[in-house]
């Protein structure tokens, strides 16, 4: 590890410019409602800004002196628990803040326009920079309590975004379930975080990483699960996946952010930087392998069988994540793929929900697919971005999705035995579906008749699709650049695996699996055109019912149920957790309560008693002092003579 740079001793500025902004705009009231906006967007520009500087400072050092730490404050010295609030810059971190403020940056420009008609716009922008302030912190933390601090403070935030739209009873609800949903992660990331402790005596990164092989391999697997619960909490995996679909009840750039550049990502990193612990454990992998692919599958799945736009997307979104948490679990020969796939999933996925809020603000706010149609000769700009996204999200050839998806599978097919075949499967069953979902939603939203013509909205008011303004389409543009060169430059040459060694280890070549590159990449292509065929044989040649037909077979029963996802968690989790806090609250009335009534009752009956006894009459308690001085001499009497 190398001293701080004369650049990196700013590095704090990174967390303290969007957490300022928060804070100026919550404080500051309506006074502040004509540039609050303005103010939000410079914030995390300028950090923005920062990073793009910070990264061309630790590039310009030779690849074993890019790790340096800035120690801010003692921040825990308590006896033999001393933990120390400082920031590591290494090249995972610093890949993380350009696509946390880079992203982030574009989000908080399209919602200028988004949310012009809101009149808590300056409120919003406040909990959107508390947001990137959070998930900075989360990345940049050289501890793991450090990390647990902004891992806390991005569910906060998520709760408050999630929950804009408060006189929804659906948006309550999804943030609530947000909130506790991570909650049981959180939970599982805290206990790890206290093995450690327990164990090595620290929880600070540079510490763990080195003495980590001193544990036994109970211990090491035990942490690694953890750290996985954590993972599947916060990124919305198997079996704590069903609350990031509901999440899409916040604004449209709410859903951006979450689903692209921060929240969503906050799963893979953690199991990312804690790669040393990884690698020492082939058992946990492969439960992170188990995950990340039944998590791709149920995504896929569940996706094809919804008609609202941001659903269809936030099902998208776990299935990528999936990918990327089966990249991660390969170890040596897939931690870099997973980030890969990470970044240039942020460009197009971000690009295809700024493109769903642009068609929501020129449909009136509708999310109903069957409702839209024919939109590309209302909505071009909007048309062209989005199906540049979505031909990166199926993998088109020489589109980002391309390089970093195929990267991903061929990686998975180069397992031993059943591995292969079954990991590497999946993922290549994954791109059919992909295709199917995404190009349904493509044929329903943007070609065929303008069924549109022939309904209202809700409010009464009829349809007038139009295009976004300039300060909604340019963010648009530019994730759209982004998802069409973003993988090749990132892959070229190892370009992105060389930049991130010093935080991942060295990208280990992978063998030759059952099926050769060029096949798989065959293979894949023709998967992607027979689901995207599939999807137009049931979709694009014939008419969109307006209406959602109720008899339907099983197995779309059960996609629209979301594989039953919530019924098994509330079957699992939410009734016998119920139930339990009901036995503990009648344990507490009858019986701790009912205790120390019963000892109140019992020494008031005896006071009572006694009371009795106390007259004010002095020939009473003359007889009461006679009585006993008999009892006295006789019982000496006795003693005497016995």
Known sequence: MTDISAVGQFAWLLLVLPLVGAVILLLAGRAANKWGHLLGCATVLAAFVYGVILFFDITGHEADKRVSELHL?????????????????????????????????????YSIGYMSHDDGRRRFFAYLNLFVAAMLLLVLGNGFVTLYFGWEGVGLASYLLIGWYQNRPSAATAAKKAFLMNRVGDVGLAIAIFLLWANLGTTQYTEVFARIHELSPGTILAISLLLLLGACGKSGQFPLQSWLPDAMEGPTPVSALIHAATMVTAGVYLIARSNPIYDLTEDGRLVVTIIGTITLLIGCIVGCAYDDIKKVLAYSTVSQIGYMILAVSLGPIGYALGIVHLLTHGFFKAGLFLGAGSVMHGMNDEVDMRKFGGLYKRMPITFVTFGLGYLALIGFPFLSGYYSKDAIIEAAFSGEGWHAWVFGGAAMLGVALTAFYMTRLMLMTFFGKERWKDIKSEDGKDFQPHESPAVMTVPMIILAVGSIGAGWFLTSGDRLAQWLEPSLGQLREH???????????????????????????????KDVPVQRPEKVSWPVRAARADLYGNAVNEALFAKPGEALTRGLVVLDDKGVDGAVTGLAGTLGFLSSLLRRTQTGFVRSYALTMLGGSVLVVAALLMVRFS
């Open 73 to 109: 404050f003692s921040w825990i010295p308590v006896k033999s628990l001393a933990i120390d609030f400082g920031l590591r810059l290494d090249p995972l971190s610093v890949t993380f803040v350009l696509l946390i403020t880079g992203v982030g940056a574009l989000i908080h420009i």
């Open 511 to 541: 063998g030759e699996g059952p099926i050769p590159g060029i096949g798989l990449t065959v293979i894949s292509l023709a998967l992607m055109v027979i689901g995207a065929g599939a999807a137009w044989l049931f979709v694009g040649r």
